[in-house]
């Protein structure tokens, strides 16, 4: 069965103190690996798509990189509004449609 | 271009009751999934249907059912509430079945079951 772990659950950080998120997975046989952005109360918003180890993304503050067993989402000086839940999730090759998600952390930076 | 849409925003419904939620996605998608949202969790998946067919199905119980229209516009039906079947419930569209295509998300509809 998919599994998707992220760590850690809740990051706090002061305005400009750049850090990294980590999503472990286990697929079998990876089709495509997702990061999305959800504030409280709304659907998750799409950021990247990564399909192969050693792929990078960026976009604005966010840069996010994949290995055969994780994948990183860095946030460089981040800003307030950067504030929210950071959910990823893996599509297998098996089971075309279904995304597997992790449970989220919840980034707080504050001013 | 409008994005994902669903409807009711909120709902609340007492234990036994039938609820469906609704779903239209963006132009030119021709696939919809659901995924249900516990507080706190990450959404699991519940249903995938593209050109009105089934695709996928999560493990839930048959007390879920799902359709898709042929204008791509899908329903997410649930009989005999239960407590914990409260989450937020997500509709996500993507051009095609294949996984490639990336998922773009509605902003839910909130049950809650009395």
């Known amino acids: 069965e998919d599994q998707v772990t992220q760590s850690p659950e809740a990051l706090r950080l002061q305005e400009g103190e750049s850090s990294s998120l980590n999503c472990s997975y286990t697929?079998?046989?990876?089709?495509?690996l997702f990061w999305y952005r959800q504030d409280p109360g709304k659907g998750p918003e799409f950021l990247f798509t990564?399909?192969?180890a050693g792929e990078e993304k960026e976009k604005e503050r966010l840069k996010a990189t994949l290995t055969k067993k994780e994948s990183f989402l860095h946030i460089t000086a981040p800003k307030p509004e950067d504030s929210a839940t950071y959910l990823c999730?893996?599509?297998?090759?098996?089971?075309?449609?279904?995304?597997?998600f992790g449970d989220g952390t919840t980034l707080t930076v504050k001013p | 271009d409008a994005g994902v849409t669903q409807s009711p925003t909120h709902l609340i419904k007492t234990r036994g009751q039938h609820v469906t939620l609704r779903c239209s996605p963006i132009?030119?998608?021709?696939?919809v999934s659901w995924y249900q949202q516990v507080l706190g969790q990450g959404p699991q998946f519940i249903f995938q249907?593209?050109?009105?067919?089934?695709?996928g199905r999560g493990n839930f119980p048959d007390r879920f059912s799902a359709r898709q229209f042929p204008n791509y516009s899908s329903e997410l039906n649930v009989n005999a509430l239960l407590l914990g079947d409260s989450a937020l419930y997500l509709c996500?569209?993507?051009?095609?079945?294949?996984?490639?295509?990336?998922?773009?998300f509605g902003p839910g509809t909130r049950l809650t079951v009395l």
């Open positions: 697929v079998s046989g990876l089709r495509g």
């Open positions: 132009s030119g998608h021709k696939s």
């Open positions: 990564l399909y192969s």
């Open positions: 249907y593209y050109e009105k067919e089934e695709r």
């Open positions: 999730a893996v599509q297998a090759t098996t089971n075309a449609g279904k995304s597997t």
């Open positions: 996500a569209s993507s051009r095609s079945g294949d996984s490639y295509n990336e998922q773009f």
